[in-house]
Structures are given as C-alpha cells and as structure tokens.
C-alpha cells in the first residue's frame, strides 16, 4: 500500500472518529440537560433556591471516555441547551455557576484518569474533583457568584445569610453561610456522583468506545 493510500485511509479514519465524539457529546450533553430538568431541594443542608441534580453524571462519564476537552465542552453544552430551551431565573448567573463547577469537578478527574486508566486512578480522580470543586464552588461563591446575584437580582447578601441561618443557626455571614451550607453540598454531589459514576462506567464505557 502506497504512503498516499495510507494517508487516505489515516484520514479518513480520523474524520470518522471526530464525527462519532461529536456526536457522543452532542448525546451526553442532551442527557446532562434532562437530569438537570430533575432537580429537587436538599432542606437540611441548603435553601431551596440551591437545588440538586445528576446532570454531572453524563459530563463525567463523558470525560472519562474522550478526556477533559470533551467533558468541559459536554458541561458548556448542558448549560446552553438548558438557557435556551427553559431560560433562566437569575439572569444566567445560575447557568455560569454550574458551568464553572461542573468543570472544577471534571476536568481533574479526567486529568489524572487519562494518565493511566484503572480504577483506582478513577476513584482518585473523582475524589480530587470532588475537593476541587467544594474548594472553588467557595472561592466564586464568595467573590463572583453570590455578589453577581445579590447585584442583578437586587436581593441583599443578609438575604442570604438569613436563609442560611434559618437552616443552620451557625451560620451568620456570608462566610459561614459559604462553608457550612454551601461547601457541604459541593461536596455531597461530588461523592454521589462519583458513586453512581463508578458503578455505571465500565458498562457505558463499552458502548462509548464501542469495545
């Protein structure tokens, strides 16, 4: 076979691969969208305008199969699909904090995963996504996200605090509000995530790669 005939069918075989990611995180991310749409309060932990969901479970297991680059492109197509298709209730702040997130928690993952794939390194992995996201989610938090809404939706950061206390009595500002209610349940969806993420992988990672 000719060095050009070679080249052709490299070509061609990488084309097809770039059409099948495509659409694989085309699929995830509509998924990611509908378990977004499933969200229901956590009263004991946060208000109830903090809301849980499983949406980051295609975006992991996604990141797991492609890599990072897919993962935080499946996160931003999640995040798009749901601003057009529902809107947003807090003027797309809502949107960004899921976004940045959401990456904090998959991007590490799929980092130390991709560098050599067994299941320890996923545990790993979801385990340092899960501390990495809990620790940024309190960083934009506190200087970005809340201060974003409190300014665009005119709700007042006592607001806030005063939700916050009303679950947790220890909770007077807006710092204690971020690590006793906020911070928590970062990290509770990380370590569910993770959880579900770990039992279903292998299977979908078979008809993900179609081994």
Do not use: W
Request: proline fraction near 5%; charged fraction near 15%; glycine fraction near 8%.
């Amino acid at each position: 076979m000719s060095n050009e005939a070679v080249a052709k069918r490299m070509e061609k075989t990488q084309n097809r691969s770039k059409i099948r990611t495509t659409v694989q995180i085309g699929m995830l991310g509509a998924v990611a969208v509908v378990l977004m749409m499933l969200d229901f309060p956590v009263p004991f932990l946060v208000p109830p305008f903090v809301k849980m969901d499983f949406s980051e479970l295609p975006v992991l297991i996604g990141t797991f199969a492609m890599g990072p680059v897919a993962g935080v492109l499946i996160e931003l197509l999640k995040n798009l699909l749901n601003l057009v298709l529902h809107g947003t209730t807090t003027g797309g702040i809502g949107e960004l904090s899921n976004f940045v997130i959401g990456c904090a928690f998959v991007v590490p993952a799929g980092l130390i995963y991709r560098k050599k794939k067994t299941k320890k390194n996923a545990l790993i992995g979801m385990a340092c996504g899960t501390v990495f996201m809990a620790a940024l989610g309190c960083l934009s938090n506190a200087f970005v996200i809340f201060p974003m809404y409190s300014a665009v939706m005119g709700i007042p950061m006592e607001q806030f605090v005063a939700m916050g206390t009303a679950i947790n009595p220890a909770v007077d500002n807006l710092f204690t509000f971020i690590i006793l209610c906020m911070a928590p349940f970062n990290l509770m969806k990380g370590i569910v995530i993770s959880l579900i993420t770990f039992l279903l992988y292998k299977r979908l990672r078979v008809l993900l790669k179609g081994e």
